[in-house]
Structure formats: C-alpha cells, structure tokens
C-alpha cells in the first residue's frame, strides 16, 4: 500500500493505493458481471466475464502470499535481494509451505482442490498453447470459481490469522481515520520537522 499526503493551505489531502485491494475488487466486480450474463442468458460474455473473474481470484491470491512471504523475510532480517530473488524463483505452493512452516501449525498447504483446477486454467490462459480454447472454454465455470475463492479465502484467513497479517488493508478506513485525525486538528505541530 502506499499513501500519497498532500497539505495545503491548512488542509490536508491523503490519498492511499493498494493494488491487493483494488484486485479483491475486481474479482468481486467481474464474479457479479459473470453471474449477470448467466442469468440474462449471455453465454460468451458470461464465460468472458469467468475468465477474468479467474486471472483475478489467482493474481490476488498470490499477491496476498507474496506480500506475506516478503514481510516475513524482512522480519527474519532477509535483504532485499533475498526477498526478491525467494519471490521470483518460488513458486506459489513453496511460498505457501514457507507461510506454514513461518507459523508452526499444523495447517496444511492448499495443494488439492479447486484452488488447485483454478490455478491449472489460470496457467493454460497465461501461457495459451493452439488447441486448447474449448478445455479453457468449458472446463471453466461459475461452480470452479465459487469453490475455489471458498478454498483460498479459508486458507489465507487461517495462516494470515496466525500470522498475524491482514490479507489486504482498507484504504477507505485508513484515509477517513487520517483524514479525520489531521484534518479536526492542527497538525502544523505534527508536521514541524517537515
């Protein structure tokens, strides 16, 4: 997340950006769009509207893990090229075993289920080879994706429970609560050293 604060004139403008946030979003905006088409009986916008519905669910879940990892490494006092070159060369279920492992439970990694058919789609949309739009095509469905996001929002809320970590931050609360904060106030004493 970042925060962008601008003051002037005695007044202060705060702006925060999360694109782990922005993403749940999509995905929720383009499930509602998905399950739209179905009952208007729009077949093509309706499988349109899955697949993006399907690249966010996966992005979002692997932001929230890498977000994660990354703020463990830096815990563990990893450098930053540590934490980028264990972000780029690990793959989502090793980062998955590494958050288990950092919270000594005996919660198990999600490497069954539709999670795990949603993740395969994803990939074969990514890297699309000829020949494969009717399995892409028909293997992707509202009932994939609905089990899928049950399967990871469980998981993420489980090990980032014991983590202690949110799985992405509200921007709108965190702006009302500064905003609130800095604006009812006089914050030239807050901002001095500036």
Sequence with gaps: MELQIKISNSKIEIEAISIVEDLWLDYL???????IALEENKSFLHKRYLRVTLLTLMSYFEAVVNNW??????????????????????ALPDKCKFLINETASNTSSPNKGAWQEAKKLRNELVHLKPGKDRLIF??????????????????????GKLLGQERHPDTTKIVDALSAR?????????????
Excluded at 141 to 149: C, D, N, V, Y
Excluded at 182 to 194: L, V
Aim: glycine share 2%; net charge negative; with cysteine.
């Design 69 to 90: 990892c990354g703020n463990t490494l830096r815990e563990n006092n990893k450098s930053y090229a540590q934490i980028q070159d264990f972000l780029r060369n690990k």
């Design 138 to 159: 028909e293997n992707l469905s509202i009932e994939l994706l609905f089990q899928a996001e049950k399967e990871i929002i469980e998981w993420l809320d489980k090990v």
């Design 182 to 194: 800095y604006n009812n106030t006089s914050f030239e004493d807050d901002f001095a050293d500036f």
């Design 29 to 35: 905006f383009f499930k509602k769009q998905a399950l």
